[in-house]
C-alpha cells in the first residue's frame, strides 16, 4: 500500500502537464537514475498513477493518495474508461463515415433531392 501511496503522491506532484500520450515527460538524469534502481513494482505503480491521471483526473490520484480507494481499483476504473472511450470514438468515427458515404450517394444519384434535404449540397 505504501507504494501505491507513493506513486499516487509524485503522480499528483508532477501533474497532469509533465504527461504526454500516456508517458512522463521532462525526466532528468538524476530522475532516470532513481527510476533505474526502483523495483518493478515501484515502476508499475507510478505507470498505473499516470493512466490514473490522465483517464480519471487527479481527484482520483488523491483517492488513492488518501487511501480511500486502491490504486487497483483506479487503474481498473481509468482501462474500462479509456476503452469506453475508445469504443465511443469508434462508433462516432463510423457514424460519420456512414452519413457521409450516404450523402455521396444522394448527392451523385439524386442532386436534387440532396439539395432539398440537406438544404446545400457540399461538393468537393
Given at each position: 500500500m505504501t507504494v501505491q501511496i507513493a506513486a499516487a503522491a509524485?503522480?499528483?506532484?508532477?501533474?497532469t502537464g509533465r504527461r504526454?500520450?500516456?508517458r512522463w515527460i521532462g525526466w532528468t538524469n538524476t530522475t532516470l537514475q532513481d527510476s533505474a534502481k526502483s523495483t518493478r513494482g515501484e515502476q508499475e505503480a507510478r505507470r498505473q498513477a499516470g493512466l490514473?491521471?490522465?483517464i480519471l483526473g487527479p481527484d482520483a490520484v488523491r483517492e488513492v493518495r488518501d487511501g480511500t480507494a486502491t490504486l487497483n481499483a483506479k487503474y481498473e476504473a481509468a482501462q474500462r474508461k479509456r476503452h469506453e472511450d475508445e469504443e465511443l470514438a469508434a462508433r462516432e468515427a463510423q457514424e460519420a463515415a456512414a452519413e457521409a458515404e450516404a450523402k455521396s450517394f444522394i448527392e451523385a444519384n439524386a442532386p436534387d433531392l440532396a439539395a432539398e434535404v440537406g438544404?446545400?449540397?457540399?461538393r468537393s
Open positions: 509524485e503522480a499528483l506532484i508532477l501533474g504526454r500520450n500516456g490514473i491521471l490522465d438544404g446545400q449540397v457540399i
